[in-house]
T-cell receptor, first 115, second 112 residues
Framework: SQTIHQWPATLVQPVGSPLSLECTVE??????LYWYRQAAGRGLQLLFY??????ISSEVPQNLSASRPQDRQFILSSKKLLLSDSGFYLC??????????????FGAGTRLSVL | RKEVEQDPGPFNVPEGATVAFNCTYS??????FFWYRQDCRKEPKLLMS???SGNEDGRFTAQLNRASQYISLLIRDSKLSDSATYLC?????????????FGTGTRLKVLA
C-alpha cells in the first residue's frame, strides 16, 4: 500500500533562518506531488506541484522554492523565512494514470511557526 | 469570485440530525469532485468522491449537478464524531497532470 511521510511534524524557526521540509512517498511510482500551505482558519493554498523529477510548477510568487531530486521525494525550502511563512504545510500525492483515480492523499503536515 | 465556494458555517446540529452542505465551482472544465474531511490541526482525508449519478456511503450522500456547477453532501443521523471541517475539492487537468482546487471548508459541530 502507498504511504506518504512528511517531517518534521512541528518546527519553530526564527525570522531569516533557512527552511527545509521533506516529503517522501512509498508504494507508488511516478506520482504527482504537491505542496500546500494552510494559514490559520484559512483554506489550502497550492504552492508547488511536480509531475516528475526536476519538474516544478509554482502557483504563487513567494519566498519559497521546491525541488524533486528523486521520483518520490519532494522538498520545500526557503533561504530566509518571513513571519508570513508561518502555517500548516501539507505534502500530497496523486496517481497519474487516470482521471477516475486521481484522488489526492495527504501527509500528516508540518506546523511551522516563524518567530 | 472564488473558484470553489463553501459556506464556512459553523453548522451546529444535534446528534441524529440530518445536515446538508453545498459547494459551487466556477470552472466548467472541472473534471473530478471530492469531499474531504479535516479534523482540527490534522491533514485532510478523503471522505468520498462525487459522481455524476450521485453516490452514497453509509450515512453520507454526495450529489453533483454539472449544469448548475454545484456539489452537495448530505449527512444523515449525525454523530458526535462527524464534527469536523468538510472541504469541497474539484480537480482539472490533462495528460496526467491534475490540479486540485479546495474550498475553504464548512465547519460542522454535532452537539450532544
Amino acid at each position: 500500500s502507498q504511504t506518504i511521510h512528511q517531517w518534521p511534524a512541528t518546527l519553530v524557526q526564527p525570522v531569516g533562518s533557512p527552511l527545509s521540509l521533506e516529503c517522501t512517498v512509498e508504494g507508488t511510482s511516478n506520482p504527482n506531488l504537491y505542496w500546500y500551505r494552510q494559514a490559520a482558519g484559512r483554506g489550502l493554498q497550492l504552492l508547488f506541484y511536480s509531475v516528475g523529477i526536476g519538474q516544478i510548477s509554482s502557483e504563487v510568487p513567494q519566498n519559497l522554492s521546491a525541488s524533486r531530486p528523486q521520483d518520490r521525494q519532494f522538498i520545500l525550502s526557503s533561504k530566509k523565512l518571513l513571519l508570513s511563512d508561518s502555517g500548516f504545510y501539507l505534502c500530497a500525492w496523486s496517481v497519474r494514470v487516470s482521471l477516475a483515480k486521481n484522488i489526492q492523499y495527504f501527509g500528516a503536515g508540518t506546523r511551522l511557526s516563524v518567530l | 469570485r472564488k473558484e470553489v465556494e463553501q459556506d464556512p458555517g459553523p453548522f451546529n446540529v444535534p446528534e441524529g440530525a440530518t445536515v446538508a452542505f453545498n459547494c459551487t465551482y466556477s470552472n466548467s472544465a472541472s473534471q473530478s469532485f471530492f469531499w474531504y474531511r479535516q479534523d482540527c490541526r490534522k491533514e485532510p482525508k478523503l471522505l468520498m468522491s462525487v459522481y455524476s449519478s450521485g453516490n452514497e456511503d453509509g450515512r453520507f450522500t454526495a450529489q453533483l449537478n454539472r449544469a448548475s456547477q454545484y456539489i452537495s453532501l448530505l449527512i444523515r443521523d449525525s454523530k458526535l464524531s462527524d464534527s469536523a471541517t468538510y472541504l469541497c475539492v474539484v480537480s482539472l487537468g490533462t495528460s496526467g497532470t491534475y490540479k486540485y482546487i479546495f474550498g475553504t471548508g464548512t465547519r460542522l459541530k454535532v452537539l450532544a
